[in-house]
């Protein structure tokens, strides 16, 4: 079973990119964040016709998370259970596997803009509820996998000037005290069972040749329960649509159980 995620920065200007990448990449499922439409918008007749259903949270312009699936997904829940939150920012659904039942959270987390701001504030506030929310949904579903863009450089490895750019925004020790927070809940990040090439990243800025001279950050992740770790077989990003022409600044990153 192979479960991907990318943060497609606006499915209608990508939409052509995903039923490519999809043709040449026929996961199981594939989380979309940054989607940038309402659900009034969203292509189901296209993905259907590449032989995806889709459990949709949009937004109209900004933020909207969706999670396609070749079978029909159940129990599907939008946003973290007892936030009240405007912004479409996360969506779950129950995947159900010849393994049993798989739990996918799909999330697009806070950017935070900079440190001291409102918005890092309400980062703040956001990643204190989605921490003590999947703590009851690890109970519920142990075997579960919380994928997406996080806006969060884990480490100093994760991040092409870690020096220039420390305590700035995706970098501070804030952040990465919730990443590691969210790892004790007993969440494993699957990229880093493998050993891999360094300067791995899954984001490029669009600018000064941000992709062309690798200037990038790891901040797309895909997490996975204990009692899924010895099922994981890989976890690579695929830089391929990166290179496309008007891309994604992100590129997708696959998890194979």
């Known amino acids: 079973m192979r479960i991907a995620t990318w943060n497609v920065n606006s499915l209608t200007a990508r939409l052509q990119h995903v039923l490519d990448w999809l043709a040449a990449n026929p996961v199981d499922v594939l989380c979309l964040q940054?989607?940038?439409l309402s659900d009034d918008k969203f292509p189901l007749?296209?993905?259907?016709?590449a032989g995806y259903q889709a459990a949709v949270f949009g937004q109209k312009t900004y933020n909207g998370v969706a999670i396609l699936t070749r079978t029909p997904a159940r129990d599907v829940l939008r946003n973290i259970g007892g936030l009240t939150d405007e912004h479409s920012r996360v969506i779950s659904a129950t995947v159900d596997t010849p393994e049993g039942s798989l739990r996918v959270v799909n999330g697009y987390f806070v950017n935070g803009q900079e440190p001291g701001s409102d918005k890092f504030a309400y980062k703040m506030r956001w990643l204190d509820a989605l921490r003590d929310w999947l703590r009851t949904e690890l109970t519920t579903h142990p075997e579960l996998?919380?994928?997406?863009?996080f806006n969060i450089t884990p480490e100093d490895r994760d991040s092409f000037d870690p020096e220039g750019l420390r305590e700035t925004i995706h970098h501070t020790t804030e952040e990465r005290n919730h990443f590691k927070a969210l790892l004790d809940l007993g969440l494993v990040d699957s990229f880093r069972l493998f050993e891999q090439p360094e300067k791995s990243y899954s984001w490029w800025d669009y600018r000064m040749l941000g992709y062309q001279k690798n200037r990038g950050l790891r901040i797309d992740h895909i997490l996975v329960s204990q009692p899924l770790v010895p099922r994981v077989k890989s976890c690579v990003?695929?830089?391929?649509?990166?290179?496309?022409p008007k891309p994604s600044d992100h590129a997708?990153?696959?998890l194979e159980l």
């Open 34 to 36: 940054e989607l940038k």
């Open 45 to 49: 007749m296209e993905l259907g016709a």
């Open 145 to 149: 996998v919380l994928l997406g863009d």
């Open 237 to 244: 990003i695929d830089r391929v649509p990166r290179k496309w």
């Open 252 to 254: 997708p990153v696959i």
